[in-house]
């Protein structure tokens, strides 16, 4: 099952250029007091794990004056999570949370996939309709959660059960295959597998939808109305906030991110999937935004932590996978570790250590 | 003189209706294709026992304002676990997964009754963990749960990837041999039926005349005023959750009884959805306290007569149940939410 | 009523009890004994419910003896004291709301064979347990469907069907109404007669003559007295609530009031008949700029109900609000804040701040919200603006970014008012601005009311220390049991008078409920 593990002490350059960029942006992270540093210090020590233990981790190549290596799969395998964390720390911000999100990745996905092999549909409407799709799904998330004032763990579970039958549907219970020979294939294979300054395009197309959302939130309102209704919703009400819409709103954009995210996706793999597209990435980004310093009961967010969360969570699958435990078997430790990091944050296990603690002790905490 | 009906019986009813408005469509539309026959009935029984075994569990889970997801992977990790410890390596060494192989060699292949009991502790132990952490540390139940199936099915990976036939003799009799019984011609009523039907039995038992079913509807309908009361709510909330365990691993066993196999990959995959919809579609209130064991019932029913019709209209595809479900499942929410907001209203004249 | 032959019951002697940072209970005795209805009296923080849960367990005590018919006991949880035969039933009806009233009355305590549930036994206990309350229902249905009023009795019924030999209700009358009161009242005799000893808790002043036989008053933690209510006419009640004695009251000085003559002009806001069932009213103010009104009343009178419909939280049943002249329904605090209003809320904590937003966020966060998420106030702005109130308003806090939960109470109160402040409104609402802060931060949110109201503020002030509201207004509302009672402007407010309002029985007028130990004061 598992490999056994080889040490290797000599460090190549880019593995020593790695450890370094890594460190430094630890220290920045520490620096400017911002919650992403706890995912980038995992990461660190994850990195040095792989530089001594795993061999050519951080080995990159140039083929055809693309960048290709390790580090670069890790950046476009973990665009999906990344993408689908950005909505997710917002929702989860705001007190809520969307279980739905990789069934509407499948919807998005299996929409690209038929508008091109059924019908020829010009590139424009293949990026159009599918992201409309996943808005409107988005939409009716936040309808249900924001006017109907349902739970929203149960609002999300009705789409994350009828979401991938909606995907069936659309796709006919086929898994279209999108080959060479229909409309809008170069532009849209383009998205999950073409390069853009030597990286994968999807890593681009993250950059863009994290500057999206940053700007959207820190540069407007927005992000201290969403902190505002996470914190105490009843405060902000009374001091004017429109909770409603700002609810309404985060749970839209998930949508919108979990339909690039299916994009990105079904590009890569040329399919539309609707059973496997997004299958338990709703955890994974969870966890990503968890781990990144977002509390589960809302208030303070941290975007950068949710990114940093992602890629700690894709780099440990990674890891695992090179040392021989199967993408599936990696599931004992990411759950684990969900567990563990959200104990870590439970106030009361706090207080239960603290009791635990010699009187001594317990004052000086 | 006026019929007053408490308001938590309208979900309810709501419930009957819909299920015997589709059977009677499904009569109607396909009479003359055998619908309307006690084999149909039947059969509706046993191919969904699994999933009411199952919901079961998850009604007292949600009775109590928890939730549970990791039941279908705890079916596919019991299912897996039996497969491997009944196989015989003498038959084909090279099948042989690796946790098997961690294990001294005449333990294999046990007698499934074994492997069934040693699956089936592990599955209710897996319960009570759960349960402790969501009590003691006051983690959200649906993170907890969440974690728990990830875990389970990366555990059930763990011990093999591949699906595993079971060629155990015990269980190619009891399938051919014990498991049927055919009181009219056509007619089959496989043994995994009376389980379901047993064990719903004791679950109504439980729940109507045991305190610990009162103190599930208790914590459900307010944990605070239970917690005043003096109840034993840890002891009431973990006893949940461990029998949530231990209605998912047997849900498991009767899988490997249905299929003849242990499969980690596709046993039981959706199956806590599916189970949640049962219970809702039944009746039982998602925030807990209100509910009926015989909503679930019904919720099941509902869920296979869907399948079936679906089968039997032969055009439409199948995960048109999918989506039929979900359709159900937000209908009926909001009908839950409807009446609760009218009884509160109608509490303040 | 049994005056002369008091079995005692229950007697506390020297119970303390302290928090960090507040001693909530110094040296208090309470004595109860078979047989009576004794009221529990005092304001806000006058320690009321922590000598209760002291008594029922929930807390243990510093220092102090109980005693149950003699023996010293030390409840150790509600359970145990249950045990002992010290029952509880709370102002939020703790009931499981969608099982039946019996199911309610034993749960926990079924009566089983082999674990097996009888319910058969279950059904006839708890009729009987009701019967003894003289209330014949059926049993078996959900006690969500009974109005409160049953429900209470079912919570009483409950707490009683573990022999209980002392029962303590906490409040059991605020949401009921007059019919409803009456009804529980009689069953109270009814257990009192078959000596049952009940610990009555409440603030509504007339039930409280109507009802008990003793009255014990605490203020700010301390014993102030225990008294026969029949011998305690109302104004001392009152007066002993407020920490006054009766001959301080006779003796006060008109105290140098900043207000002058009442201001002239358009009332900004006026109410006619304003009203919401269960809640308050009808309620007829009106509010001018420059002025500051005052809401006086004890404890529980409705004056935050006023305030909740004022500002869009409630949406009254009858009456209605005019502004500026015209008619608006306000139904939102978003329209309220549109029209100018302002308001900042009694439970600072769970309404007012945003406990991990800075104070700079804070501060802001009104304005912003009335801007709406796209114009922006610019990150130096605000820190202008933070900055300005901080230093204009006294916050203390090491930084502008310092979260708001870190702050000590009357801090985070400035900050609230900072955040209403920046928002330039016209009429500002206080509900009870100087609750649990520091007499000096009381004295600026006092001079501050003062010079908004002279540069043409409007201001709703709410407040249950009458000095304050005396002290402060113009004209002054009165209110009394969720009903308005009176009004007095200008030379007319002084503490005697509103304190004279408030006792003035309901019926005949006096202020006195059998027996007048001293002369009725002149002029009133």
Known sequence: ?365 | ?349 | MNAKTPKLLLEMRGVSKSFPGVQALADVDFTLRAGEVHALMGENGAGKSTLIKVLTGVYPRDEGAIRLEGRPVHPRSTKHAESLGISTVYQEINLIPHLSVAENIRLGRQPTTFGTLRWGQIKRRAREAMGRLGIDIDVMREVSSYSIAIQQMVAIARALDTNAQLLVLDEPTSSLDEHEVAQLFDVVRRLRDGGLGIVFITHFLDQVYEISDRITVLQNGQLVGEYLTADLPRIELIARMIGKDTSEVEAMEHRPRQAEAAATGEPLVRTESLGRRGSVGPIDITISPGEVVGLAGLLGSGRTEIARLLFGIDKPDAGKITVGGAEEAIHSPQKAIALGFAFTPEDRRDAGIIPNLSVRENIVLALQASRGAWRTIGRKAQREMADRFIAALNIRTPSPEQLVKNLSGGNQQKVLLARWLATEPKLLILDEPTRGIDVGAKAEIEKLMASLREEGMAILFISSELEEVVRDSQRVFVMRDREQIGQLTGEQITEPAIMHMIAKHKETGDDDCVIAIGPVPDGL
């Open chain 2, 1 to 349: 003189m006026k019929l007053r009906i408490d308001s938590k019986y309208i979900p309810l009813m709501a419930s009957a209706l819909v299920l015997v408005g589709l059977y009677v469509a499904g009569c109607a539309a396909f009479a003359d294709r055998n619908f309307v026959s006690l084999g149909v009935i039947a059969k509706l029984f046993s191919e969904n026992a699994f999933l009411g075994i199952a919901a079961i569990g998850a009604t007292f889970v949600i009775l109590s304002g928890g939730i549970d997801l990791s039941v279908g992977s705890v079916v596919a990790f019991t299912s897996i676990l039996i497969a491997t410890l009944c196989f015989d390596p003498a038959l084909d060494p090279r099948q042989v997964g690796e946790v098997a192989q961690l294990l001294p060699a005449d333990w294999l292949p046990m007698h499934p009754l074994a492997a069934i009991a040693i699956a089936v502790t592990l599955g209710t132990l897996f319960g009570t963990a759960m349960g402790c952490l969501i009590h003691f540390f006051k983690l959200p139940a649906f993170l907890v749960t969440l974690g728990g199936m990830f875990l389970a099915r990366g555990l059930a990976f763990m011990i093999r990837i591949e699906s595993l036939s079971i060629k155990h003799p015990f269980y190619a009799e009891t399938i051919t041999n014990r498991l049927n019984w055919t009181p009219i011609d056509g007619v089959q009523i496989p043994l995994i039926v009376f389980c379901f039907l047993g064990l719903f039995a004791i679950a109504l038992y439980m729940a109507h005349f045991r305190r610990f079913g009162r103190n599930v509807y208790a914590i459900g309908g307010s944990e605070e005023s239970a917690n005043l009361m003096g109840l034993p709510v840890a002891k009431t909330r973990i006893l949940v959750f461990t029998f949530a365990g231990f209605c998912s691993s047997l849900a498991g066993v009767a899988y490997t009884f249905y299929m003849a196999k242990g499969d980690s990959a596709g046993a039981g995959v959706g199956l806590e959805l599916d189970a949640i919809a049962a219970v809702v579609i039944g009746g039982t209130l998602l925030s807990g306290g209100v509910g009926f064991l015989a909503g679930t019932l019904i919720g099941v029913l509902i869920f296979a007569l869907i399948q079936s019709l679906i089968n039997f209209q032969g055009t439409l595809s199948a995960w048109w149940t999918r989506i039929i479900v979900g359709v159900l499942v937000l209908v009926f929410i909001l009908l839950q939410n409807f009446v609760t907001a009218a009884s509160r209203a109608q509490q303040k004249e």
């Open chain 1, 1 to 365: 099952m598992i490999a056994s593990l080889q040490l290797d002490l000599s460090l190549t350059v880019s593995e020593s250029g790695f450890l370094a960029v890594l460190a430094a942006l630890v220290v920045l992270a520490w620096r400017l007091k911002t919650p992403a540093v706890w995912p980038l210090a995992a990461l660190a020590l994850l990195a040095v794990f792989n530089a001594f233990f795993t061999v050519d981790f951080f080995e990159l190549r140039w083929i055809d004056s693309h960048l290709f290596g390790i580090p670069i799969d890790i950046l476009k395998n973990g665009s999906y999570v990344m993408l689908l964390a950005l909505g997710m720390t917002l929702v989860i911000a705001t007190g809520g949370v969307d279980l739905s999100v990789g069934a509407v990745m499948a919807i998005s996905g299996a929409a690209a996939a038929v508008l091109i092999k059924e019908h020829e549909a010009p590139f424009i409407l293949v990026l159009a309709i599918p992201i409309a799709i996943a808005l409107a799904a988005g939409l009716w998330n936040g309808l249900l959660v924001s006017i109907f004032k349902i739970q929203p763990l149960v609002a999300t579970l009705v789409l994350m059960v009828a979401g991938r039958g909606v995907a069936m549907l659309i796709t006919e219970g086929f898994r279209p295959t999108i080959t060479r020979q229909y409309y809008a294939y170069d532009e849209f294979v383009y998205i999950g597998n073409g390069f853009l300054f030597k990286l994968p395009f999807a890593v681009t197309i993250v950059a863009v939808m994290f500057a999206i959302t940053a700007l959207l939130t820190r540069k407007t309102a927005l992000g201290m109305f969403v902190e505002s209704v996470g914190d105490n919703d009843t405060a902000s009400r009374y001091a004017g906030v429109n909770a409603r819409v700002v609810k309404l709103m985060v749970y839209t954009f998930t949508g919108l991110c979990a339909g690039v995210a299916g994009l990105i996706y079904t590009s890569n793999i040329r399919t539309g999937d609707p059973s496997k597209t997004g299958l338990y990435l709703e955890l994974d980004a969870i966890m990503a935004v968890v781990i990144g310093g977002t509390a589960l009961t809302g208030g303070r967010f941290s975007l950068l932590g949710s990114v940093a969360g992602a890629l700690l969570i894709q780099a440990l699958t990674t890891t695992m996978l090179i040392h021989g435990l199967s993408s599936d078997q990696a599931l004992v430790p990411k759950a684990l570790v969900v567990v563990t990091v959200c104990l870590l944050q439970a106030p009361e296990f706090h207080r239960k250590i603290r009791r635990l603690l010699p009187a001594g002790k317990r004052r000086a905490a």
